[in-house]
T-cell receptor, first 114, second 115 residues
C-alpha cells in the first residue's frame, strides 16, 4: 500500500471554478510535505512546502493545508485557469537523515476546460 | 539563473546495453537526487548525492548506480538494461539535503526507451 494516497485520481473542472485535491499519508514521522505540479512530459515544479508544524501555506492561487493529527493535506486551487491542467503530486520528506528520499503520491490529474 | 539541466532528453537503447544519464544542478546546489517515473509505479526515489557521497539509496537493484563530481554534476548509470527500465528519469537539486525544508528543483528529465 502506497504511503501517500491522493484523491481524486482525476478531475475535470470548468475554467474559473475552484477545486480541492486531497492527500492522505502514513509516512511518520516526517519532516515536511510538499505539493508539486507536473505538466505532461516536463519535470515537477514546486508549489508549496510545509513543515509538520505548519497548517497552511499559499502560493498565489494555490493554498495547501496540513492536518498532522489526521495525516491529511489538501491543495486548493482558486479561480482555475486552462494552464492549471496538469498532474498534482503530494510528496512527503522523511525526518532528518532521510535527505531527499522523497515519498511521492500517486498524483491527481486535473483538466480545466472552457 | 539556469535550472537543472539533464542530458540527453531522449534516448533509445536495446535490452542488455547500458546507459549513462547526466545532470547539472543549479549553480551552488550541492545535493543531487535521482528519481524514476513510470506510468505504473509513479515517481520513485533512486539515490541522492551530497558533496560527492551517496547519502541515501532507494529500493532499486545494483544495476542502477550513480556518482557525483566535485563540481556537483552527477551521472547515473543503468547496466544490463531491461524493458522495464523504460521510464522518465528525473534529476533534482537543492542547496542542502531535503529534510531541511529547502526547495527541490527538478530537471525536465531524460526519456529512456528500452527495446
Amino acid at each position: 500500500k502506497n504511503q501517500v494516497e491522493q484523491s481524486p485520481q482525476s478531475l475535470i473542472i470548468l475554467e474559473g471554478k475552484n477545486c480541492t485535491l486531497q492527500c492522505n499519508y502514513t509516512v511518520s514521522p516526517f519532516s515536511n510535505l510538499r505539493w508539486y505540479k507536473q505538466d505532461t512530459g516536463r519535470g515537477p515544479v514546486s508549489l508549496t512546502i510545509m513543515t509538520f508544524s505548519e497548517n497552511t501555506k499559499s502560493n498565489g492561487r494555490y493554498t495547501a493545508t496540513l492536518d498532522a493529527d489526521t495525516k491529511q493535506s489538501s491543495l486548493h486551487i482558486t479561480a482555475s485557469q486552462l494552464s492549471d491542467s496538469a498532474s498534482y503530486i503530494c510528496v512527503v520528506s522523511p525526518v532528518t537523515g532521510g535527505g531527499n528520499k522523497l515519498t511521492f503520491g500517486t498524483g491527481t490529474q486535473l483538466k480545466v476546460e472552457l | 539563473k539556469a535550472g537543472v539541466t539533464q542530458t540527453p532528453r531522449y534516448l533509445i537503447k536495446t535490452r542488455g546495453q547500458q546507459v549513462t544519464l547526466s545532470c547539472s544542478p543549479i549553480s551552488g546546489h550541492r545535493s543531487v537526487s535521482w528519481y524514476q517515473q513510470t506510468p505504473g509505479q509513479g515517481l520513485q526515489f533512486l539515490f541522492e548525492y551530497f558533496s560527492e557521497t551517496q547519502r541515501n539509496k532507494g529500493n532499486f537493484p545494483g544495476r542502477f548506480s550513480g556518482r557525483q563530481f566535485s563540481n556537483s554534476r552527477s551521472e547515473m548509470n543503468v547496466s544490463t538494461l531491461e524493458l522495464g527500465d523504460s521510464a522518465l528519469y528525473l534529476c533534482a537539486s537543492s542547496l542542502r539535503q531535503g529534510d531541511s525544508g529547502n526547495t527541490i528543483y527538478f530537471g525536465e528529465g531524460s526519456w529512456l526507451t528500452v527495446v
